[in-house]
């Protein structure tokens, strides 16, 4: 019984389309996390969602989008896709924002041609 | 913005013997840190963690070393298995920002 699933496992789409990524978690955690690992294997964390409090990355571009329906779940919604967003996205969840140990779904490679 | 630095990008170590995974950081204000292990084709995985107001945590095989003073920490598996074949990624939380900081990975190869 999978923890932290993600749908689809690999996700091959066209510059300037719109797609999602869907997270779900079992684990009854309340905080849940989206992560890009890039080419060079940077796993770096774009956004953490708390009782629906959204922290966003700074860094991360206004087309990535998360939804969290319920406590659950959280998708990510990528408009736009451009070339730089190939990567493996991660999604994770903890209980509670201040618990430093995550659990990691499997990833989701997308690659953007 | 690396914060969290895994210089040795490999690692090969002989089934039995130690297998001694190194990390930097350059942050002071890091009090957290943990050691996560990804298999292929998987998320990274919990494996062990410490707290800065210790300079060692160990739990069974795998044992995780705090320099604070050099701003450096590793993680040290003895003896190593052929299922310990992985990558291994330190990591460091920092609440404030709500940022989390990984390494780069080090591969792990244990020959049997």
């Known amino acids: 019984d999978t923890a932290v699933s993600q749908t689809p496992k690999y996700l091959v789409t066209q510059m300037g389309n719109d797609k999602s990524i869907k997270c779900e978690q079992n684990l009854g955690h309340d905080t849940m996390y989206w992560y890009k690992q890039d080419s060079k294997k940077f796993l770096k964390i774009m956004f953490s969602?708390?009782?629906?409090?959204?922290?966003i990355n700074e860094t991360v571009p206004n087309r990535f989008s998360p939804k969290s329906p319920d406590k659950a779940h959280l998708n990510l919604h990528i408009n736009s896709l451009e070339l730089g967003d190939s990567a493996v996205y991660f999604c994770?969840?903890?209980?509670?924002?201040?618990?430093?140990?995550?659990?990691f779904g499997p990833g989701t490679r997308l690659t953007v041609t | 913005d690396q914060q969290v630095k895994q210089n040795s990008p490999s690692l090969s170590v002989q089934e039995g013997r130690i297998s001694i995974l190194n990390c930097d950081y350059t942050n002071s204000m890091f009090d957290y840190f943990l050691w996560y292990k990804k298999y292929p084709a998987e998320g990274p995985t919990f494996l062990i963690s410490?707290?800065?107001?210790?300079d060692k945590n160990e739990d069974g095989r795998f044992t995780v070393f705090l320099n604070k003073s050099a701003k450096h920490l590793s993680l040290h598996i003895v003896p190593s298995q052929p299922g310990d074949s992985a990558v291994y990624f330190c990591a460091a939380p920092l609440y404030t920002g709500n940022q989390f900081y990984f390494g780069t990975g080090t591969s792990l190869t244990v020959i049997p």
């Open positions: 994770a969840s903890s209980q509670g924002r201040q618990s430093a140990v995550q659990y």
């Open positions: 410490i707290s800065s107001i210790k």
């Open positions: 969602y708390n009782n629906k409090e959204l922290i």
